[in-house]
């Protein structure tokens, strides 16, 4: 089956530690994003990518960065300038910016100890 | 004043009621709308797009209204199962590739 898979689900990091956050996308699409979510908020755009070796900030890029070497995968490094990274992680990809459907995967909880 | 707004509810109503809820916009070109649904620590999931004329499916019904820039669902007969957080989605015409989101709506039907 078709889909997105992030991993890990479940991370711990301690500070001062960099982190990647996996996302895979087996459906062909071109463009992907991550997304942060803490308790209780709405889902905030850190960066997104419409095509290979291309991507762009979104509203709360710094203290992030993203790689796009190959059209399925797209991961998020949390780097240690990032204050407040305890948060739910949402990587998400549709078949072209002009497609409607944004599938999601299932999500990755980073904590930071 | 951001760009989607929603009421954060939470909205607590009794099985079977019948619940509605508004989310707003502030981009007068925005091109497409949606309902999507998020469960409690789960990704959110495609609940119905929007469409001008308004549309059903099942016990909700999706409605836009562009001149007053808000989109609404309701939810008919409401389950339990309906308790979630529901989330309104836009895209704008000006950048095609940006989804944006509001912060969701709390929903909890009680027994």
């Known amino acids: 089956d078709g889909g997105i898979t992030q991993s890990p689900k479940y991370l711990f990091r301690k500070e001062g530690q960099n982190v990647t956050l996996s996302c895979e996308q087996n459906l062909n699409h071109d463009a992907m994003y991550w997304y942060r979510q803490d308790p209780g908020q709405g889902l905030r755009l850190i960066y997104y990518s419409q095509i290979v070796n291309d991507f762009q900030k979104g509203d709360i890029a710094e203290g992030y960065s993203v790689s796009r070497e190959k059209k399925e995968s797209f991961p998020l490094t949390v780097t240690s300038a990032q204050k407040n990274p305890t948060a739910f992680y949402l990587c998400?990809?549709?078949?072209?910016?002009?497609?409607?459907?944004?599938?999601f995967g299932e999500g990755s909880w980073l904590t930071v100890v | 004043r951001k760009e989607v707004e929603q009421d954060p509810g939470p909205f607590n109503v009794p099985e079977g009621a019948t619940v509605a809820f508004n989310c707003t916009y502030s981009?007068?070109?925005?091109?497409?709308f949606f309902w999507y649904r998020q469960d409690c620590r789960k990704e959110p999931k495609l609940l119905m797009s929007v469409y001008s004329s308004g549309n059903e499916d099942g016990r909700f019904t999706a409605q836009l209204n562009r001149a007053s820039q808000y989109i609404s669902l309701l939810i008919r007969d409401s389950k339990l199962s309906d308790s979630a957080t529901y989330l309104c989605?836009?895209?704008?015409?000006?950048?095609?590739?940006?989804?944006?989101f509001g912060s969701g709506t709390r929903l909890s039907i009680r027994p």
């Open positions: 989605v836009v895209t704008p015409y000006s950048s095609a590739s940006k989804i944006i």
């Open positions: 981009n007068s070109a925005s091109q497409s």
């Open positions: 998400a990809s549709r078949r072209d910016p002009g497609e409607n459907t944004i599938y």
